[in-house]
């Protein structure tokens, strides 16, 4: 039986489901600024920006990169759909370091146009939050 501070908590990629069980909070970025959720949050939809998840469960803080998506808060259910989703163990430090370079370069770049901008941003924002996860996870 769960704890009743708990709620359940789905996330899912286009992949596989990459997290499902109880948490009692968790912790993440929004196009509208980070979030904290408790069990019993008015129910909410957000636009998932890239950042550090965490998952706060029977004193235990598990943290992922969660890259974009749609979350839902229900009263005793979360869900967020993600672009993508990983723990520090999964991430390739050298092949987030190798698109830090490229976006970096792209963004240096000045006869690109706007959408590949838009993009290079984003590339390295992406690549800064899993070199940032990896790092404190001590990989």
Partial sequence: MADTKTFN???VTPDRIFFQGDAEM???????GD????????????IVAPGILKITNN???KEAALLSGFLEILQ???????????????IDINRANEAKIRAERRLKGTDEGQINMIRAEM????????????EKSGR
């Fill in 9 to 11: 908590l789905q996330i």
């Fill in 26 to 32: 968790i912790e993440l970025k929004t196009t509208e």
């Fill in 35 to 46: 979030i904290g959720v408790l069990k019993d949050h008015i129910p909410l939809t957000a």
């Fill in 123 to 134: 590339a390295l924002r992406r690549s800064l939050i899993r070199i940032e996860l990896a």
């Fill in 76 to 90: 005793d259910k979360v869900i967020i759909l993600a672009e993508s989703c990983e723990w520090p163990d999964e």
């Fill in 59 to 61: 004193g235990e803080v």
